[in-house]
């Protein structure tokens, strides 16, 4: 389990670097002028993936020992973000 948590922050860690100049351009879905409810979601959205590496990491590195199933659970959130913006990436 814990060589499990090391490499999944590793990886998070390499798409956080990723993930600033993906949140940089974020910005430019605003550039039609017209704000919808769509584009300000897209951002939020964005922008809360280092939310949700910071508070999963801390909560699967604190259950590792005593609910392992559920520490594993938590890691992979992030990795709805992760997949889901490489699908978008590779499929458009």
Not at 20 to 33: H, K
Not at 39 to 51: D, E, H
Not at 70 to 85: D, E, K, S
């Amino acid at each position: 389990m814990k060589w499990y948590l090391i490499i999944s922050q590793i990886l998070y860690s390499i798409t956080l670097i990723a993930w600033f100049f993906i949140w940089g351009i974020s910005f430019m879905v605003f550039d039609s002028g017209i704000i919808n409810i769509f584009n300000v979601s897209f951002v939020i959205i964005i922008t809360l993936y280092p939310v949700a590496v910071i508070l999963c990491s801390l909560l699967a590195w604190k259950m590792r020992i005593k609910k392992r199933e559920l520490a594993f659970i938590i890691n992979l959130v992030p990795m709805i973000w992760v997949i889901g913006f490489s699908l978008l990436l590779f499929l458009s």
